[in-house]
């Protein structure tokens, strides 16, 4: 076992045995001489002990016990120091989850040779006890192992690294609140960290490797103007320059092609309008480094239409209701009442059914601002109230959440219902008033209209990207959504306040169901930053050692060396005095 | 004792077959041995007559004279001497150089002065000075036989002598067989040396390295007893300076021989053996003789 040296720069002062050479490669050589009266030479001229000429060294016992001294003290300088038998001591690992550590071939891909790693470090290491933290977009403690040992397969089936990002840093620190601080930290990933690690707990090891990738880095569908539009957009990680025809698949026929020409380290995108009615579809890509943003599968996006009823009873406001309803493109004026508006506070409705209250004020003044509104509010998105002329009343003000105010008169409020329903309460009077003539009348609808949208039973989130956190609206009476992934695996989510959320990484079609609801979502891996293989690298940052466990886990050996010097030295002193009595002379 | 050392000594003794120890008059003396000396003494060559006198052995009273002149006189014969070589050799550890025939020659010359001493009827006692002067093991015998030779000894010939002062024979020939490398004043070890003796040599003995070192650059010098050390930078000034300061030494050395009656004789080893150890410097200043 190579020990490990404490002051390893104590080795500067192994200059000193070359030193100790070089003086007996310089030093004089003195022919030794017998002779019978030396009183007779007493007249003769001293000689010096050295010269400047190099003369051939022969090793003495003196030269050599003067270079075990030498040795032996550097090396008790440097205070080597081997581990103790037993060690006491748990690992923590933090493992990239994000889809680079895939990249490559198989066995020889980051994640595969991080195993490997973990293993000779388990067994290098005598440590008590191994705990993984996944670090995906958020770090999840995974419960794979017991003592030291677990099983590598379990371990792979949450070590799935289909994430869009890996949040190392949240991983680390999670480790530490976990296990104290006294444990080991070892990070396993596929890239150097932003700053080198300080001596003390954490190791980073990294397995990438630059490696030459193409892959979509965006892609969309949507609905517009009844019209499905597609777009894709493709980064080109290679060195060279790649023109590329892709196919749009749709139930295994190809239905329309899109080319790409990407320069190097370039980026390229394609917008195509797709046939009326088309389904899900995927567009693939040739196999290479990343094979998982190789592939996009969209859905044909769905608007759920909001079915409005409408009754409102003063003409004027009726005329600019309906107006910005229609202009919404997501009321049904003739489907089962969602929403209601009206200007009856009488009207009795399902009570499931949002309300849009118009209060209309007998006296009102026109308030032209400054207007107080709660941009937070998701129906505000988008509203501008900048020259808007608001007739409203102060003794007409409407119960609920304020929104919108003039000054300290509420003229849009909200009232939110355990069940979920939401009333709100707009006070208007449109003889005084110009908003029904600004951009902001028909966004406020659609603000309105989409929040009672994304309420209803389901997710807008057809098409999401992997790692993104979905929403789903459950029925009411709904308390688990199973959730089925791309490979068929089943997750039961409870939910809370008919609500559920997942956040899938699995990229493929999810199907959502509950006892009354079945809707499907496509993921993709949608992460540029991962895709780009240029900044991944291999190698390893930080050392476990500081001080304390320095201290604590290793024995010194310096006094071993510190007593050899002290044999070598006493030695050399009994070789000298016997020279000295016997008249023997170094030469 | 090494094998290499026994080896060395019998070269000597071959070699000294055709040496004889030098005998000096005053080493003629002694009651009984293997020589007549000058004096009177107890063997049967006539020398002289002479009156008697009270104590004069009955025995020596020539009865012929007696009864021819009515005188007592008794008759002189020459006395029978013994002389003796102590032979000190230096074991320290400089006469051990390395890379050199300093040690082979000391032996050698050992075993000549072993041989010549036989060879001029002397008894000879070696004595081996290391750390102390002790007598060799079978000392008085011949070289090959000597036990106990080891080039050991730290401690210098001035000091030694005087730590362990031995135990000459009087009027013997006492020769010393070193390189004189140490620093003290010769007659520190002269005195005490030729103290009682008839003769006094010193040989000094010398391997060519030491007379003419051929050091160049940077050297270690390493003294053999002391082990101490020094780091020089040999250039032919320095090695000039090294003979000037070896002629001194060896002036010091000869000076204080004159003070005290010795002789010193200065041997190169490496000379003698290419010259087949022909000892003229030793014959020149009578210590030895062909024979």
């Not at chain 1, 079915?307 to 089962?336: K, M, Y």
């Amino acid at each position: 076992m190579i020990p490990l040296l404490t002051y390893p720069l104590a080795l500067l002062a192994a200059i000193s045995l070359p030193t100790l050479v070089a003086i007996y490669y310089f030093r004089n050589r003195f022919r030794r001489y017998n002779v019978a009266g030396l009183f007779l030479w007493e007249h003769a001229a001293r000689a010096r002990e050295g010269g400047t000429v190099i003369r051939r060294m022969r090793a003495s016992w003196l030269f050599i016990l003067e270079l075990i001294a030498l040795i032996a003290l550097v090396l008790a300088a440097t205070d080597p120091r081997l581990p103790f038998r037993h060690a006491n001591r748990s690992l923590v690992v933090v493992l990239d989850d994000s889809a680079s550590m895939l990249a490559g071939k198989s066995g020889s891909r980051p994640r595969d040779r991080a195993l490997v790693d973990i293993h000779k470090r388990i067994r290098a290491g005598r440590f008590k006890s191994i705990r993984f933290i996944q670090a995906g977009t958020a770090p999840t403690l995974l419960e794979v192992a017991k003592g030291i040992h677990w099983n590598d397969a379990e371990l792979l089936t949450r070590w799935t690294c289909q994430s869009p990002a890996s949040d190392l840093d949240g991983a680390i620190a999670m480790a530490s609140e976990v296990t104290g601080r006294h444990a080991r930290l070892l990070v396993v990933t596929d890239h150097a960290p932003p700053t080198p690690p300080k001596q003390g707990r954490v190791q980073w090891h990294a397995f990438g490797a630059d490696l030459p990738n193409l892959g979509f880095i965006n892609a969309r569908r949507s609905q517009t103007a009844g019209k499905d539009r597609l777009f894709l957009a493709m980064g080109n990680y290679t060195h060279n320059r790649i023109g590329i025809t892709v196919p749009i698949v749709e139930a295994g026929a190809a239905i329309k092609t899109a080319r790409f020409e990407l320069d190097a380290g370039k980026t390229a995108s394609a917008t195509l309008t797709l046939p009326p009615n088309t389904g899900a579809i995927s567009v693939q890509l040739p196999g290479d480094a990343l094979a998982i943003d190789n592939q996009i599968i969209l859905l044909p996006e769905i608007h759920r239409h909001v079915g409005t009823r409408i009754l409102i009873d003063d003409e004027a406001l009726d005329a600019d209701i309906r107006s910005a309803v229609n202009s919404t493109g997501l009321c049904d004026l003739h489907g089962p009442a969602q929403l209601l508006i009206t200007d009856n506070v009488d009207t009795k409705t399902h009570p499931e059914t949002w309300q849009l209250r118009l209060s209309i004020p007998e006296s009102p003044k026109p308030y032209t601002g400054p207007f107080v509104v709660d941009f937070n509010h998701p129906i505000t998105r988008g509203l501008s109230f900048d020259g808007i002329i608001w007739g409203a009343s102060e003794t007409n003000a409407p119960q609920g959440t304020p929104i919108v105010l003039a000054g300290n008169v509420p003229l849009l409020t909200t009232q939110a219902q355990p069940s979920g329903k939401r009333i709100f309460t707009l006070q208007i009077n449109t003889s005084l008033s110009n908003i029904q003539a600004t951009p902001t009348w028909p966004a406020l609808i659609w603000n309105i209209v989409t929040l009672r949208s994304n309420a209803l039973p389901g997710t807008p989130q057809i098409n999401v990207a992997s790692g993104t956190l979905v929403d789903l609206s459950l029925p009411a009476n709904a308390t688990v959504l199973t959730a089925t992934t791309p490979s068929g695996a089943q997750q039961q989510i409870k939910a809370h306040a008919a609500h559920a959320t997942l956040q899938p990484t699995e990229p493929g079609i999810y199907t959502l169901t509950t006892e009354t609801l079945n809707t499907q979502i496509a993921v993709n891996l949608i992460a540029p930053e991962e895709s780009n293989l240029s900044r991944r690298q291999g190698g390893t940052w930080g050392d476990w050692l500081d001080p304390e466990t320095l201290t604590r886990e290793y024995l010194s050996w310096a006094w071993a060396a510190g007593i050899l010097a002290i044999l070598a030295l006493t030695a050399h002193t009994i070789l000298t005095a016997r020279r000295s009595q016997h008249g023997e002379v170094q030469s | 004792m090494k094998q290499l050392y026994r080896q060395q000594l019998r070269e000597g003794e071959k070699v000294g077959m055709r040496y004889a120890l030098t005998i000096p008059r005053d080493a003629m003396r002694g009651a009984t041995g293997y020589q007549l000396g000058h004096g009177a003494g107890s063997s049967l060559d006539f020398k002289d007559f002479r009156e008697y006198e009270m104590g004069d052995d009955l025995r020596l009273i020539d009865w012929g004279a007696y009864a021819r002149s009515d005188k007592l006189i008794v008759k002189l014969f020459r006395e029978e001497v013994s002389p003796h070589l102590d032979l000190l050799i230096d074991l320290s550890c400089s006469m051990d150089l390395p890379n050199t025939e300093k040690q082979a020659g000391l032996l050698t010359l050992a075993g000549i002065f072993s041989s010549a001493a036989a060879n001029a009827k002397c008894s000879q006692g070696c004595w081996g000075a290391g750390d102390t002067v002790q007598p060799m093991p079978n000392g008085t015998q011949r070289a090959s036989a000597w036990e106990g030779i080891e080039f050991s000894g730290t401690r210098n010939l001035s000091e030694t002598i005087h730590l362990t002062p031995p135990r000459w024979r009087r009027h013997g020939i006492r020769v010393l067989l070193s390189d004189l490398m140490w620093e003290a004043d010769p007659l520190d070890f002269l005195r005490p040396f030729s103290d009682g003796a008839a003769a006094v040599h010193i040989i000094q003995i010398l391997a060519r390295e030491e007379i003419t070192p051929s050091l160049q650059g940077n050297s270690r010098l390493v003294d053999l007893e002391s082990v101490n050390q020094q780091e020089v930078f040999i250039d032919s000034v320095t090695r000039q300076r090294y003979s000037e300061a070896l002629a001194r030494h060896q002036q010091n050395w000869h000076q204080a021989c004159r003070q005290v009656g010795a002789t010193l004789a200065v041997v190169t080893v490496e000379t003698l053996i290419e010259h087949a150890w022909r000892l003229d410097a030793l014959e020149k200043a009578n210590i030895l003789t062909s024979i």
